[in-house]
């Protein structure tokens, strides 16, 4: 195991009607002015909206709104967010919704303290200083709860881009699973898919003796297989969405990576798919991660996708030849995807193989290679690509 350090100063509030305490935890962290940042109607529609305000006010907390946050996040609306924030006065940011709602407060709250643009943080600057930020959860997805990473993209040429930083962890995360009820079964899966990624892109790793880590990834993957299914037949099913929000949790404060190499390059060969098309993550993921997978586990030892194979998909380890148990656990997988709801190539994700070559050059890789479990060229990309847009559909 590598040596770490671990920094996770997020109090989660956990549990039905919890969001009633949103006016409390911005007081006790320090807020007192506050920007309440939202999507599209979802919060408008279940009355989350009207609660958290009715708690902000009962706590004599003020605020300003500014909703209409889209899936994968606009810069457009972050620079409004900042203007609006410095205008106000505003000291604190709520965030209430999803993957995207949290990550564009994040950049409101790194650019609003900085003079310059805020896409500076988005192409390799740190950033210094940020307002507070806390979180009312309404999908299990992103990990953005807990995590100190923010994916904006710039609506200018279709980049999305990422920055990270202890900075952005949030203060608070106010996580109600009841509220994740009103998903619609394909957002639930998108959401379902990102937490697997999240641990996946862990789990592929060179570094060895990382026992513990290991099977806290198995852990979280097995809840998951265990657990999506029974939301998807049953939305209203609490239990299931509890253990469902709390491993989307646990997969991205990055607990069960400390201390391990990671990969993270299927996320960004999935981020140019969600840039150019506008598609959920989650179903970006899909499609790619198992091509990934496909890709990467013929040409690196295949025994950490034959040990998955075995113990999150239930394989039978072939010793003689552990790149079958590999293939089988990926298969596995995609199986697993198609019955959630998810895409498993480019066709169903609405992507076309001719785009491979601007997908690539977005990708930004030029004649180098970009790190992780497998050095990828632009070459490897490319041919992730053409697996992702060649993968026969999964018979029902
Ligand atoms: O906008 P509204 O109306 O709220 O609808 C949203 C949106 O259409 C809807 N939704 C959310 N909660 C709901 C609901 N609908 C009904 N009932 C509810 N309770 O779901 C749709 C998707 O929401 P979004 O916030 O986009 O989902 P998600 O949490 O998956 O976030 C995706 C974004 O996070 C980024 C992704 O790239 C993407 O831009 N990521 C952020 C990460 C991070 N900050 O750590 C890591 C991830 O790997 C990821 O890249
Ligand atoms: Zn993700």
Not at 341 to 368: H, S
């Amino acid at each position: 195991m590598n040596d770490f350090q671990f920094y996770s100063p997020t109090e989660f509030i956990f549990g039905r009607n919890t969001e009633a305490q949103v006016g409390a935890a911005v007081r006790k962290h320090g807020g007192t002015r506050v920007l309440l940042h939202y999507g599209g109607q979802s919060a408008v529609r279940s009355g989350l909206l009207v609660r958290v305000k009715d708690s902000l006010a009962a706590a004599g907390i003020a605020y300003v709104e500014l909703g209409g946050v889209k899936p994968n996040p606009r810069d457009t609306l972050v620079y409004e967010g900042i203007s609006l924030c410095r205008r106000e006065g505003v000291d604190f940011l709520l965030a209430v919704g999803g993957g995207s709602v949290i990550d564009s407060a994040k950049a409101i709250a790194i650019g609003v303290p900085y003079e310059g643009d805020f896409w500076d943080f988005y192409s390799g600057k740190s950033p210094a200083a940020a307002l507070p930020v806390g979180t009312v959860l309404t999908i299990a997805a992103a990990g953005s709860e807990g995590s100190g990473d923010s994916v904006i993209t710039k609506e200018d040429g279709g980049l999305k881009r990422g920055t990270g930083s202890d900075l952005l962890r949030p203060k608070f995360s106010i996580l109600d699973p009841a509220l994740t009820c009103t998903l619609p079964p394909y957002q639930t899966a998108c959401g379902a898919t990102d937490i697997m990624a999240h641990v996946f892109e862990r789990y592929f790793t060179n570094t060895e003796e990382v026992e513990i880590t290991d099977r806290l990834c198995e852990g979280v993957l097995l809840t998951m297989v265990r657990e999506t299914p029974r939301v998807i037949a049953d939305p209203e099913n609490y239990d299931a969405r509890a253990n469902i929000m709390w491993a989307g949790t646990v997969a991205h404060t990055n607990i069960v990576g400390v201390g391990r190499e990671q990969d993270w390059n299927s996320h960004g060969i999935e981020h140019e798919l969600s840039a150019l098309y506008d598609c959920a993550h989650g179903a970006g993921l899909a499609v790619i991660m198992p091509a990934w997978m496909e890709f990467v586990c013929t040409r690196r030892d295949p025994m950490r996708f034959a040990q998955a194979a075995v113990r999150v998909w239930g394989c039978q380890m072939d010793f003689a030849h552990p790149e079958n148990t590999a293939m089988e656990g990926i298969a596995c997988f995609r199986r697993f995807l198609h019955r959630i709801g998810m895409p498993v190539n480019f066709a169903e994700l609405g992507a076309r193989e001719e785009d491979i070559p601007v997908l690539v050059e977005k990708f930004g890789i030029g004649t180098g290679r970009t790190g992780g479990y497998y050095w990828l060229s632009a070459e490897d990309v490319t041919e992730i690509y053409r697996i992702a847009a060649h993968t026969p559909p999964v018979e029902s």
